[in-house]
């Protein structure tokens, strides 16, 4: 019984500081904040796990679909769920729609992230030879 407990409360810390999540909202951070921080979690980690609520959804589904048709990205999973919340202003329970998009690093990500880097190292000579 302590073993499945231990479990348990392992699931649930790991759950809450996973390092690869990132929690997108549409109103706090501009669309390619999402997709360059995506991709600064896939360098680090395998694969980033994307997630939001409600009206953020479309905005999850748009920086996966960025990083997937660009090549740096495959689908991996996606969940959907809905969520109990309190809704603040009139103190009642609502349900929210939540997504969850797993995306992992594709075959030829680290070629196009060192060509993108490259890039961005010569685009400011040429400007300065100008």
Known sequence: MEEVTERVANLALN???KKNRIQVSNTKKPLFFYVNLAKRYMQQHEEVELSA???AISTVVTVAEILKNNG???EKRILTSTVDMRDEARGRPIQKAKVEIILVKSGQFDELMAAA???REVA???EDQS
Do not use: S, T
């Open 15 to 17: 759950d809450i500081h």
């Open 53 to 55: 609520l409600g009206m």
């Open 72 to 74: 740096l990205a495959v």
């Open 124 to 126: 400011p000579e040429v």
């Open 117 to 119: 880097a490259e890039e």
